[in-house]
């Protein structure tokens, strides 16, 4: 079994950052997309990031372009999340996805959560 560890999440005022951090194992490391998914109470999963292995290529949803970074380390085989400008809105349990990189960006960032593997979840809260 996959296993992929979240941590990073937390409180904060918006306007503020926070970053979020992924290890995964080597193999799922370098040879999956991985990416970030987000979901709220009541609300649908969304796709927040994807980094395709090799190219380190990048795809994020509307609502965070411009604010937040995905990034990749390859030494440490961990993926971060920089979230900056914070909004009430971003409010959800973030979780960290490994999923096939054989398909496009747009259809990965919707197979996070549901194909591949993904982490318990780290909750972070933006209070207004």
């Known amino acids: 079994q996959v296993q992929l560890v979240e941590s990073g999440g937390g409180s904060v005022q918006a306007g503020g950052s926070l970053r979020l951090s992924c290890a995964a194992p080597?193999?799922?490391?370098?040879?999956?997309?991985m990416g970030w998914y987000r979901q709220a109470p009541g609300k649908s999963r969304e796709g927040v990031a994807v980094?395709?292995?090799?190219?380190?290529?990048?795809f994020y949803a509307d609502s965070v372009k411009g604010r937040f970074t995905i990034s990749r380390d390859n030494a440490a085989k961990t993926v971060y999340l920089q979230m900056n400008s914070l909004r009430p809105e971003d409010t959800a349990m973030y979780y960290c996805a490994a999923t096939s990189a054989d398909v496009g960006a747009l259809t990965a960032m919707g197979a996070l959560g549901v194909r591949g593997y993904w982490g318990q979840g780290t909750q972070v809260i933006v209070s207004s």
């Open positions: 080597e193999d799922t490391y370098n040879r999956f997309v």
């Open positions: 980094s395709y292995p090799g190219s380190g290529s990048t």
